[in-house]
């Protein structure tokens, strides 16, 4: 396979040590080290088309999707493709969005949404926009904070006060927001200046039948038919600046915007991707991989499983159910899914093994120099890891079971209460009261009380039968002796008699005030014991893991002292990167081919009106009956639907655009293929992919099946 991006750290001791590759996940300020390769594959801007700060270019069309407290940890990406700041993201990554707006009366989770005027849009409050304006190298200045044989908690504090100085001077007299992030384990340090917009509109999504078709069925599958897109606008204060929500906010100016293509792609064509790519693990050692493979994933799949079960039959049962937890059920079975995939792959790929021999040759190669402090550190690690393993599972039982129902978290959540009512001073009590009322108002808006019992009484069991006792919260305890063991009665008491067990309970209380009913509720008393032994098992868990990041960050020096001279791209971490490759076909395993695209036709044949998840709606089969298809076909006459490229990419990067040679939108990233669910950890060239919609199917839903002819105005579409 044709290399396409940078090298990372998978070695082979052979006569010295090389790299595989096709992995990468580059910053936009090291374009320039693979500029030259890029050419090669059918790049034909510069580098300052890709990445300037003095002239609009493509990095000031990509959005990093984020929400108000947590701007820069993405949750997903989005690009404008007009001048008026209209954005392309996942179906997915607005799902949450969409589903805030329905109703069973209104369902647009459903029946699609479309808006046919700026009037109609509609915002949605929390979520923000942030686009990088500079990226800089602060190591130098960084590492002057630091002495050496400072601690790991003395070094922190450094690295925090340098930051902060840093990022006040990059943002000094501007409305500009900025971090600072180490790569590299810490072995380097960037600054990146955002502009961060908080007025973000819905604008268009289709019906989830197609936005969501193939369901858990085909996520993380090839071949794949789904329409996984939805539209957003930014706005912005009428002088350009950020701005909350406001009628007279104006839609954004953008700096550049992406033309999107509707002239079609070939096997071997040009792809780039940029978005905010989540998380990567790649530098993590055998003792990390054990941990995130019997550990991590096994008991997050696990759990959410019996999770994933009860939602599917409440949600099968009450239409609306389905919209109250639609959004919360796709995000507890996303990585259900991809947990177990994950580690079918890794263990297929022979990860663990890969990983041994790169710290035997690490070893072997810093022995030969002198240098003990390599092995020091994975012995270390080795250490920290083993004596952590009771407390990382104890971890996994309480945040995806204890707190897999949302109910005792709501109710720790209204301990404010408590203080108010010890306070026994009226105004303090009704100020806690009346504080309480639209938290309470848009928690049981998404809450139904007997699929919550259900989750309770399955995860609860869950828990109590598999995990070490010592970390049983104290009402686990109750359950022992009170309740022999009981869990369902336990749970069916403490819902009859808690004032949160319902919305019409929980405003009686808040309409009557008492503190002995409050305090002595069992549900707020389950919350308060899941958050107390959490506390626990978290203190624990961090005094066990002090020196991890130290000999974390040891390691990976040692990876790269020994590379000396070849690229590295760092773990993603929600900052802007860059991967480019080609579209491409692959063979996932012995006599099976599959095609670089997909077409409607495949639609149709995927079609199931017993299979919720395989519905495809009348209008949709209608315009393929009549093939209605305008302007957006392939040289075969069908509607393409989907590709494939041998892009990098992970959470996070979902809504990414994909762009050609000419930097133009060809497509939208939004999922991995299962046969490499290894690749967070470990790249394998020849089976990783980016599954991407192909913007042309897009358009026709657009045009054809939504007549939203103002949006296709609205875009630059080059056919």
Same mark, same amino acid.
């Given at each position: 396979?044709?290399?396409?991006?940078?090298?990372?750290?998978?070695?082979?001791?052979?006569?010295?040590?090389?790299?595989?590759?096709?992995?990468?996940? #580059?910053?936009?300020?090291?374009?320039?080290?693979?500029?030259?390769?890029?050419?090669?594959?059918?790049?034909?801007?510069?580098?300052?088309?890709? *990445?300037?700060? /003095?002239?609009?270019?493509?990095?000031?069309?990509?959005?990093?999707?984020?929400?108000?407290?947590?701007?820069?940890?993405?949750?997903?990406?989005?690009?404008?493709?007009?001048?008026?700041?209209?954005?392309?993201?996942?179906?997915?990554?607005?799902?949450?969005?969409?589903?805030?707006?329905?109703?069973?009366?209104?369902?647009?989770?459903?029946?699609?949404?479309?808006?046919?005027?700026?009037?109609?849009?509609?915002?949605?409050?929390?979520?923000?926009?942030?686009?990088?304006?500079?990226?800089?190298?602060?190591?130098?200045?960084?590492?002057?904070?630091?002495?050496?044989?400072?601690?790991?908690?003395?070094?922190?504090?450094?690295?925090?006060?340098?930051?902060?100085?840093?990022?006040?001077?990059?943002?000094?007299?501007?409305?500009?927001?900025?971090?600072?992030?180490?790569?590299?384990?810490?072995?380097?340090?960037?600054?990146?200046?955002?502009?961060?917009?908080?007025?973000?509109?819905?604008?268009?999504?289709?019906?989830?039948?197609?936005?969501?078709?193939?369901?858990?069925?085909?996520?993380?599958? #090839?071949?794949?038919?789904?329409?996984?897109?939805?539209?957003?606008?930014?706005?912005?204060?009428?002088?350009?600046?950020?701005?909350?929500?406001?009628?007279?906010?104006?839609?954004?100016?953008?700096?550049?915007?992406?033309?999107?293509?509707?002239?079609?792609? =070939?096997?071997?064509?040009?792809?780039?991707?940029?978005?905010?790519?989540?998380?990567?693990?790649?530098?993590?050692?055998?003792?990390?991989?054990?941990?995130?493979?019997?550990?991590?994933?096994?008991?997050?799949?696990?759990? &959410?499983?019996?999770?994933? /079960?009860?939602?599917?039959?409440?949600?099968?049962?009450?239409?609306?159910?389905? $919209?109250?937890?639609?959004?919360?059920?796709?995000?507890?079975?996303?990585? #259900?899914?991809?947990?177990?995939?994950?580690?079918?792959?890794?263990?297929?790929?022979?990860?663990?093994?890969?990983?041994?021999?790169?710290?035997?040759d690490l070893c072997k190669w810093a022995d030969a120099k002198g240098e003990s402090k390599y092995r020091d550190a994975l012995n270390a690690l080795q250490k920290i890891y083993s004596s952590r393993k009771k407390q990382a599972e104890a971890?996994?039982?309480?945040?995806?079971?204890?707190?897999?129902?949302?109910?005792?978290?709501?109710?720790?959540?209204? &301990?404010?209460?408590?203080?108010?009512?010890?306070?026994?001073? $009226?105004?303090?009590?009704?100020?806690?009261?009346?504080?309480?009322?639209?938290?309470?108002?848009?928690?049981?808006?998404?809450?139904?009380?007997?699929?919550?019992?259900?989750?309770?009484?399955?995860?609860?069991?869950?828990?109590?039968?598999?995990?070490?006792?010592?970390?049983?919260?104290?009402?686990?305890?109750?359950?022992?002796t009170k309740y022999k063991g009981d869990v369902e009665k336990y749970v069916d008491d403490a819902f009859s008699k808690s004032i949160f067990a319902t919305e019409a309970k929980f405003n009686a209380f808040l309409d009557k005030p008492s503190?002995?009913?409050?305090?002595?509720?069992?549900?707020?008393?389950?919350?308060?014991?899941?958050?107390?032994?959490?506390?626990?098992?978290?203190?624990?868990?961090?005094?066990?893991?002090?020196?991890?990041?130290?000999?974390?960050?040891?390691?990976? =020096?040692?990876?790269?002292?020994?590379?000396?001279?070849?690229?590295?791209?760092?773990?993603? /971490?929600?900052?802007?990167?860059?991967?480019?490759?080609?579209?491409?076909?692959?063979?996932? &395993?012995?006599?099976?081919?599959?095609? *670089?695209?997909?077409?409607?036709?495949?639609?149709?044949?995927?079609?199931?009106?017993?299979?919720? =998840?395989?519905?495809?709606? =009348?209008?949709?089969?209608?315009?393929?009956?009549?093939?209605?298809?305008?302007?957006?076909?392939?040289?075969?006459?069908?509607?393409?639907?989907?590709?494939?490229?041998?892009?990098?990419?992970?959470?996070?990067?979902?809504?990414?655009?994909?762009?050609?040679?000419?930097?133009?939108?060809?497509?939208?990233?939004?999922?991995?293929?299962?046969?490499?669910?290894?690749?967070?950890?470990?790249?394998?060239?020849?089976?990783?992919?980016?599954?991407?919609?192909?913007? &042309? *199917?897009?358009?026709?839903?657009?045009?054809?099946?939504?007549?939203?002819?103002?949006?296709?105005?609205?875009?630059?579409?080059?056919?």
């Open positions: 396979m044709r290399r396409f991006t940078a090298i990372l750290f998978v070695f082979v001791f052979a006569m010295g040590f090389t790299a595989r590759a096709d992995e990468g996940m #580059w910053l936009l300020s090291m374009i320039g080290k693979n500029y030259d390769d890029m050419k090669k594959q059918g790049f034909k801007l510069t580098p300052e088309d890709i *990445y300037s700060v /003095n002239q609009g270019c493509i990095k000031d069309a990509i959005v990093g999707l984020g929400k108000d407290g947590s701007p820069f940890w993405h949750f997903c990406t989005g690009e404008i493709v007009s001048g008026e700041g209209l954005m392309f993201t996942n179906h997915h990554c607005g799902y949450s969005m969409i589903q805030t707006h329905s109703t069973v009366e209104h369902d647009y989770l459903k029946d699609g949404f479309w808006a046919y005027s700026k009037e109609e849009e509609l915002s949605n409050p929390g979520i923000t926009a942030s686009i990088l304006v500079k990226i800089e190298d602060v190591t130098a200045e960084i590492e002057k904070s630091f002495k050496k044989d400072m601690s790991e908690k003395d070094r922190n504090i450094a690295l925090k006060k340098a930051s902060k100085a840093i990022i006040d001077n990059a943002v000094a007299g501007t409305n500009y927001k900025a971090q600072v992030k180490d790569m590299f384990g810490g072995n380097q340090y960037f600054l990146l200046v955002y502009v961060t917009y908080q007025d973000v509109r819905l604008v268009g999504a289709p019906p989830s039948a197609m936005g969501k078709f193939g369901g858990d069925t085909d996520n993380w599958m #090839w071949p794949r038919h789904t329409a996984d897109f939805s539209m957003f606008r930014i706005y912005t204060a009428p002088d350009g600046s950020p701005a909350k929500y406001a009628k007279n906010n104006v839609p954004l100016k953008p700096k550049h915007f992406l033309p999107v293509s509707a002239k079609g792609i =070939e096997d071997g064509d040009f792809a780039m991707v940029m978005g905010f790519p989540g998380t990567t693990n790649r530098y993590v050692t055998s003792y990390g991989l054990e941990e995130v493979m019997q550990v991590t994933n096994k008991l997050r799949y696990e759990i &959410r499983d019996v999770k994933v /079960n009860v939602l599917r039959k409440k949600m099968a049962a009450d239409q609306k159910v389905k $919209i109250q937890y639609a959004s919360k059920y796709a995000s507890c079975s996303n990585y #259900w899914k991809y947990s177990n995939e994950q580690n079918k792959a890794l263990a297929h790929l022979n990860t663990m093994g890969i990983k041994k021999q790169i710290e035997a971890k996994m039982y309480i945040t995806e079971g204890l707190l897999g129902s949302e109910l005792p978290y709501f109710a720790f959540g209204c &301990r404010s209460m408590a203080t108010a009512f010890a306070s026994k001073e $009226i105004a303090e009590i009704n100020s806690a009261v009346s504080d309480m009322r639209e938290p309470a108002k848009e928690f049981y808006k998404d809450y139904d009380a007997e699929t919550e019992r259900a989750l309770m009484k399955a995860l609860f069991r869950k828990a109590y039968d598999e995990m070490d006792a010592k970390y049983y919260p104290e009402f686990f305890k109750t359950i022992q503190g002995s009913a409050f305090t002595k509720d069992p549900v707020l008393q389950m919350g308060n014991d899941i958050i107390d032994v959490y506390r626990g098992v978290y203190n624990e868990y961090n005094d066990l893991s002090v020196d991890l990041e130290r000999n974390n960050r040891i390691f990976i =020096e040692g990876v790269l002292a020994m590379n000396d001279g070849k690229n590295f791209a760092p773990d993603a /971490n929600s900052t802007i990167r860059m991967t480019y490759g080609n579209v491409k076909s692959y063979e996932p &395993r012995d006599g099976v081919f599959y095609d *670089y695209y997909t077409t409607l036709k495949g639609v149709m044949e995927k079609e199931n009106p017993e299979s919720s =998840e395989f519905i495809v709606p =009348e209008k949709l089969k209608q315009l393929y009956k009549d093939k209605n298809f305008g302007p957006y076909v392939n040289k075969n006459g069908d509607v393409p639907t989907c590709f494939i490229t041998n892009n990098d990419i992970t959470g996070g990067n979902s809504g990414s655009p994909v762009i050609n040679g000419n930097g133009e939108l060809i497509g939208l990233a939004f999922d991995g293929n299962s046969e490499a669910m290894s690749g967070d950890i470990d790249f394998e060239e020849n089976l990783q992919r980016c599954i991407c919609l192909d913007v &042309r *199917y897009a358009l026709f839903i657009i045009d054809k099946y939504a007549n939203a002819q103002n949006l296709i105005k609205e875009m630059d579409i080059k056919r």
